[in-house]
């Protein structure tokens, strides 16, 4: 094939690829701005709404009084009205699993488990402490914070790293069970 035609081939194929990336990220996001797919991916820096922290932030946050809140989403599987304990799950200390609700759509139930539970965490108090986790390289966390913004609570802060930085400084884990659902 001539050099001309192999550049035009080319070109061609760069732009199918690069609109075809495009039209994926664009549908990463639902129309809320949710993450919505590829949840175990790398994330921005901050999350809107929150303060981004690392672990030595999240041990200064618990020492307050009152203490942070501690909110892992982590996903576990659910089917016929209960949680399936496909794996083992640990979390931080003191922690509060609201599994499933960092999910980029959540339809009305998983909307009024999120929120039920950060109320009761919370006693109401919508300036309360809430640091959100998961795993590094999560969406769901970032999504939840994004979630609790919208409900209201204005003290929020995303701990990026998660499970994954707290294990990696060598600080204790504890088993892990959901909160009770619905």
Known sequence: MPP???SAL????????????????GA???????????????????????ITVDTARVQTLLEQQPPAL????????FLNGQFIASEAHA????????????????????????????????NGDRQRAI??????DCWLSWNAVKRAAALGYSRLYWYRDGLDAWENAGLPVVSATPEAFP
């Not at 080319?10 to 990220?25: K, N, R, V």
């Not at 990463?28 to 929150?50: C, K, M, V």
């Not at 501690?70 to 599987?77: A, S």
């Not at 640091?131 to 590094?136: A, K, T």
Request: net charge positive.
């Open 28 to 50: 990463l996001f639902s129309a809320d701005g949710y993450r919505s797919g590829l949840y175990r991916s790398p994330t921005p820096a901050t999350a809107e709404s929150a």
């Open 91 to 122: 979390n931080l200390p003191g922690s509060h699993w609201l599994a499933n609700t960092g999910d980029g759509e959540l339809d009305a139930q998983w909307s009024r488990y999120f929120s039920r539970h950060l109320e009761r965490l919370s």
């Open 10 to 25: 080319s070109c061609l194929a760069l732009s199918c690829l690069f609109a075809s990336t495009a039209l994926a990220d």
């Open 70 to 77: 501690l909110i892992d989403v982590y996903k576990r599987p």
């Open 131 to 136: 640091v959100f986790y998961c795993r590094s």
């Open 4 to 6: 001309r035609v192999l």
